[in-house]
């Protein structure tokens, strides 16, 4: 029978338990036995990832038509706002605080 499992799974469970740094292989041929194991786990990720590419096509990113329009926005302008101030606009709405500081803060401010 045969048992349904995501790719992030199946990857998973080929490193889990596993050291980073390959500790674990402590002669040539364990090295040579878990880099096939690992060759294999890859072919099969790889396989499963082209046989669905082929089988559906591709949804544009969502970001695509926005740098499609800032890059024509750009060779009629010249001029493209950044990408960090057009994104977050929080600090136009800055409100004033006052903070109560005892004196001893107020010596270590000063």
Do not use: W
Not at 13 to 32: M, V, Y
Not at 42 to 63: D, E, I, Q, W, Y
């Amino acid at each position: 029978s045969m048992v349904e499992i995501t790719i992030l799974d199946f990857l998973d469970q080929a490193i889990r338990n596993k050291p980073i740094d390959g500790s674990d292989c402590t002669s040539l041929e364990a090295a040579r036995k878990e880099l096939s194991r690992l060759r294999r786990v890859t072919g099969k990720v790889v396989t499963v990832l082209r046989n669905a590419k082929n089988s559906v096509a591709p949804a544009p990113l969502p970001h695509q038509d926005t740098l499609q329009q800032k890059q024509a926005v750009t060779k009629r302008k010249k001029r493209v706002n950044r990408k960090a101030v057009t994104i977050d606009e929080t600090f136009k709405k800055y409100q004033k605080v006052t903070v109560y500081k005892s004196l001893e803060d107020r010596a270590l401010i000063k």
